[in-house]
């Protein structure tokens, strides 16, 4: 069975930073990982993805702020959050994603809050 399991949320204030974790237990084989959030209100989003050989990609809104990154050896997959704003304040969800066989797994959401 696979797991994801989520750390590093928090509060902070504007212009801070925070690094979430997310660790994978059990044989998730190769896959691509991503952060998503969902604020009040509105819709899930997708924030920032990894392939497994690390290409990556990330939203229009934090764009040269965040970096995602991953450990293969430690199956875990990192979000680097700079000069965090109000608008970034979310729960943050980690999924991976197997193509062969197909799979796909969510993290249990951690909080993550910027004050003004």
């Known amino acids: 069975q696979v797991q994801l399991v989520e750390s590093g949320g928090g509060l902070v204030q504007t212009g801070g930073s925070l690094r979430l974790s997310c660790a994978a237990s059990g044989s998730i084989g190769s896959f691509n990982g991503g952060w998503y959030r969902q604020a009040p209100g509105k819709q899930r989003e997708l924030v920032a993805a990894?392939?497994?050989?690390?290409?990556?990609n990330y939203a229009d809104s934090v764009k040269g702020r965040f970096t995602i990154s991953r450990d293969n050896a430690k199956n875990t997959v990192y979000l680097q959050m700079n000069s965090l704003q109000p608008e970034d304040t979310a729960v943050y969800y980690c999924?991976?994603?197997?193509?062969?066989?197909?799979?796909?797994?969510w993290g249990q959401g951690t909080q993550v809050t910027v004050s003004s």
């Open positions: 990894i392939t497994r050989g690390g290409s990556t």
């Open positions: 999924n991976a994603e197997r193509k062969f066989p197909w799979g796909n797994y």
